[in-house]
């Protein structure tokens, strides 16, 4: 799929799940993605007054997770989906965290923000359906302050069988059907399986991380590797 289509596919499958996003992330990762996202906070350490964007960020639990670590710290949300955001912009509003976090509609791809800005630029299951995922992690690496953090939480693929062959009949035969049950979505659910296919492994994109110039690299499988978390941190000479 170009890239350009890609994008416009991607696009239309979350405006249209939108309303359903947060119960079909349960029915994706086995109700792991709170223990996930848990585990990435306490390894992030985010301190008070911390500042992030969170990329990405669909209906914004990790963005107001980022907002509550922090304290007073000022967190960007942003998303190219207007109603992923708006269910967002709700939880935000309940959180009374209207103050502390600003929702952006915007493109991964090309982050309007200045350079050396934030603390941390997080990611949640994002990077697999990005056009360019290296280009979104360079952006990622750019807009974080030298000794800043780049954080990718997302599915990964396991390697130890019979779970990798169970796990895969499960991404690729249940899920759509529990998309098309639940969400009354087929087409858009069977879309996920496929955006995995393509994606880097936990070690391929570590390395991609490297690549890019990122510093202390570290990769952490979870749940017999159905996701990973990666964390890299930029130079401080980068200024």
């Given at each position: 799929m170009q890239s350009n289509s890609k994008e416009t596919h991607v696009h239309a499958v979350f405006e249209s799940i939108a309303p359903k996003y947060d119960l079909m992330n349960d029915l994706l990762s086995f109700r792991r993605h709170k223990a996930?996202?848990?585990?990435?906070?306490?390894?992030?350490n985010v301190k008070p007054g911390a500042?992030?964007?969170d990329l990405c960020c669909g209906t914004c639990d990790w963005t107001i997770a980022l907002a509550r670590a922090s304290g007073t710290g000022k967190m960007f949300g942003l998303d190219f989906s207007r109603n992923m955001l708006d269910v967002g912009q709700q939880k935000v509003d309940r959180e009374s965290l209207d103050n502390q976090i600003s929702l952006v509609q915007g493109n991964a791809m090309e982050l309007p923000f200045e350079d050396n800005r934030f603390d941390y630029a997080t990611i949640g299951f994002g990077l697999r359906n990005v056009p360019?995922?290296?280009?979104?992690?360079k952006e990622m690496q750019r807009v974080v302050k030298p000794g800043g953090q780049v954080v990718c939480l997302e599915l990964s693929k396991p390697v130890w069988q019979p779970f990798k062959s169970i796990y895969?009949?499960?991404?690729?035969?249940?899920?759509?059907?529990?998309g098309k049950l639940f969400a009354k979505r087929y087409e858009q659910y069977k879309w996920l399986p496929e955006s995995l296919k393509a994606f880097p492994d936990q070690n391929q994109l570590a390395a991609v991380y490297r690549e890019i110039g990122l510093r202390d690299v570290r990769a952490y499988?979870?749940?017999?590797g159905i996701a990973a978390l990666h964390i890299g941190t930029k130079g401080t000479e980068e200024a």
């Open positions: 996930w996202r848990s585990f990435t906070m306490r390894k992030m500042t992030a964007v360019d995922l290296v280009q979104v992690l895969y009949f499960y991404f690729e035969r249940i899920l759509p059907n529990l499988p979870l749940t017999g």
